[in-house]
């Protein structure tokens, strides 16, 4: 974890002075973040939407049903995995960002 740099000896309007500044910002951000998030419930959300997503075929090759009790036709998509996730999750904006950027990817959908 990082912490703040002093501004007292920077010269103001300088380029030190805003790569400083925006290094400061950077570690607000990331403290205000952790506080505000509790992994245990973000993993929990892709767990859930994990087991959602993954859809298997039984022993007469027809798809099973899902983790809800409703019959499968078609694989399920990422989208409707993550729904049914943040259902069962009561999670946070800060919470979601993760869960969403973990379980789609860097990219989202």
């Given at each position: ?57 039984n022993e ?10 409703k019959p499968?036709?078609?694989p399920t ?33």
């Amino acid at each position: 974890m990082y912490e703040e740099i002093d501004l007292k000896g920077v010269v103001r309007n300088s380029e030190a002075h805003v790569g400083v500044n925006a290094f400061n910002d950077g570690v607000r951000c990331s403290v205000r973040d952790s506080i505000l998030m509790d992994r245990s419930k973000v993993d929990l959300a892709l767990k859930y939407a994990h087991a959602y997503y993954s859809t298997y075929l039984n022993e007469h090759g027809e798809y099973d049903k899902t983790l809800d009790g409703k019959p499968v036709f078609r694989p399920t998509t990422k989208a409707e995995s993550a729904n049914f996730a943040l259902l069962l999750v009561q999670l946070n904006d800060v919470e979601i960002k993760k869960f969403r950027k973990d379980f789609y990817g860097s990219h989202g959908i």
